[in-house]
């Protein structure tokens, strides 16, 4: 299920359960699956649950990739249904680990906000984007809501226009204006009786809904397979009819930005790539009662990793390492001729 799937058509106990299903499965992907079972256990009003859930993650022997994501999701939610005080202690915690995957500063600091705790929430943006962003010259886009979000506190607050407010409307690409969403006195047009007040301010809560919906919906992504080096000799081995898909492992990578770059040119939005493994393929092919020598498996293969969480968005963000694994920066590597 797509999670932009509106929520009157979604049983968000019934599809926790499954995802918590799926996570049993895939344990290698219990980590993605399970933090979309909490977020519909929220969304059904069930945050005892939800929290249990949390700490499950939190206590997995195996450790996590975001553990201060989940830790700050566990905040937020405790928040929620009366647990204050434990949530406070776990967003300090959160704030001095000072993370540097901007996520869990943006629930952090919006729980804060949501609680009528401006100046906290304020210093919160402000401190994550001083980590994130000082001397980085093209801010990327996961580090946006930390803008706009410290953007909005400060109107609310009454809060002059800085540097970083500028950044905020420099990124900003909606019809309507950042200081425009984030005018605390829009609220009174709600109930004017002026029709020409209330159609234009349907029209700025339209624009701030596009954006809301563009930030939360993840889409999954038109994802191409990659197999690392030592894994593809593996898959070759012991399925040599692939070898006509993978002449060799340096063809194969150059075949994946080629293909990227085409969709891309075409219009196609949210790319991604998903990395193989001979094991997890094996898996799949079975589940599906099908020899893994059958080439028209690998691109369902593909869209089933993507499904569970296991695309990485392409292309990297300006500055960030190659897909391919070479240690190289794209621009370096295989971006290098983009």
């Known amino acids: ?46 945050r ?11 206590s997995s022997p195996e450790g996590l990739d975001h553990p201060l994501l989940v830790r700050a999701l566990k905040a937020s939610n405790l928040w929620e249904y009366g647990h204050e005080a434990e949530a406070r202690a776990i967003i300090e915690g959160v704030r001095t680990a000072a993370p540097r995957d901007p996520a869990p500063w943006v629930i952090v600091a919006e729980a804060l906000e949501h609680h009528d705790e401006l100046e906290a929430a304020h210093d919160t943006f402000t ?67 002026n029709p020409a007040e209330l159609e234009a301010e349907i029209l700025r809560l339209r624009a701030e809904l596009g954006a809301y919906r563009e930030a ?3 889409p999954f992504p038109v994802a191409m397979l990659h197999w690392p080096a030592q894994e593809l000799t593996e898959l070759l081995e012991a399925y040599p009819a692939l070898s006509e898909e993978y002449p ?48 028209t498996l690998l691109p369902q293969y593909a869209t089933t990793l993507a499904a569970r969480g ?3 968005a392409w292309p990297p963000q300006e500055g960030a390492g190659c897909w391919c694994g070479s240690g190289r920066g794209y621009g370096e590597c295989h971006g290098s001729a983009a």
């Open 310 to 312: 296991r695309a990485v």
């Open 127 to 193: 401190e994550a984007v001083r980590h994130l962003l000082t001397d980085v010259p093209h801010p990327p886009q996961p580090t946006h809501p930390l803008l706009f979000g410290r953007h909005r506190v400060r109107r609310m607050l009454g809060r002059p226009h800085d540097e970083w407010d500028a950044l905020a409307d420099s990124v900003h690409h909606l019809p309507v204006s950042l200081d425009e969403l984030h005018d605390p006195k829009r609220v009174w047009s709600l109930g004017s009786e």
């Open 1 to 46: 299920m797509r999670p932009d799937t509106p929520a009157e058509n979604v049983d968000h106990t019934a599809e926790a359960a499954r995802l918590e299903r799926t996570a049993g499965l895939y344990p290698e992907d219990a980590e993605a699956l399970l933090l979309r079972a909490a977020a519909h256990l929220e969304l059904s009003g069930d």
């Open 248 to 295: 060799s492992h340096s063809a194969h990578l150059t075949s994946i930005e080629h293909s990227l770059r085409e969709l891309a040119a075409s219009g196609t939005p949210n790319l991604g790539i998903v990395t193989g493994t001979v094991p997890s393929y094996e898996a799949f092919a079975a589940s599906e009662g099908a020899s893994p020598n059958d080439p």
């Open 48 to 58: 005892p649950t939800a929290t249990k859930l949390y700490d499950r993650l939190l």
């Open 216 to 218: 939360l919906s993840r």
